[in-house]
């Protein structure tokens, strides 16, 4: 019997050891794992939230760029026709390059098939001197609207061929494409009107 206790308390010792594992020690060891599977996911939400905020800040370092920028393609590409603003534009170009005539003639304005902007196709005639025209040129190609010159034709012209200088008066026929981000076009169009204003 006295053999036997030993042996006894051994098995007791043993279950309760199980049993202490089993109900204490495991779950603990299951709680550590979770925490620390949360841990690590939080760790990677806070990795993407670090990321995040350094890309805000890159953007409103870089804010008042990109609203020049903005403002720079809505004075290229405006969203209206507002060919009144056209008109005094070129008449300004041809008024610093001291043409002798220009006249303008805006054609309807016709939505891109990309259905993106709008295109205004114009006629544009200009006679003076080679100087001249060559200046007006020159101020076409950099006025602050986008423009595209599709054809120029020059031929010698106006009303008095040969000035009282020697010079020789030259004519000069463009076609010059302008836009609008307006794409619906045209008289009553959204965001607002673009008249098409003929012969100015």
Same mark, same amino acid.
């Given at each position: ?54 890309? !805000? ?25 507002? !060919? ?117």
């Amino acid at each position: 019997m006295n053999r036997r206790a030993p042996i006894i308390a051994g098995v007791a010792f043993g279950v309760v050891a199980v049993l202490a594992v089993m109900f204490l020690v495991l779950p603990k060891m299951r709680e550590v794992s979770s925490t620390q599977e949360q841990l690590a996911e939080a760790e990677t939400i806070q990795s993407g939230l670090r990321n995040q905020l350094a890309s !805000l800040r890159e953007a409103e370092a870089q804010a008042p760029e990109v609203r020049r920028q903005i403002a720079q393609l809505a004075n290229q590409v405006p969203p209206t026709a507002d !060919l009144p603003a056209l008109l005094r534009l070129l008449t300004q170009a041809a008024d610093g390059s001291a043409v002798d005539f220009l006249t303008v003639s805006p054609g309807t304005p016709t939505a891109d098939a990309s259905g993106q902007f709008s295109t205004i196709p114009t006629t544009v005639s200009v006679t003076g001197g080679y100087f001249a025209l060559d200046e007006f040129l020159f101020r076409l190609e950099t006025l602050p609207r986008s423009t595209k010159v599709l054809s120029i034709s020059i031929s010698p012209g106006g009303a008095t061929p040969i000035t009282p200088t020697g010079a020789v008066n030259l004519s000069m026929q463009l076609s010059v494409q302008f836009y609008t981000t307006d794409t619906s076009a045209g008289p009553g169009s959204q965001p607002g009107p673009s008249e098409t204003t003929a012969g100015a």
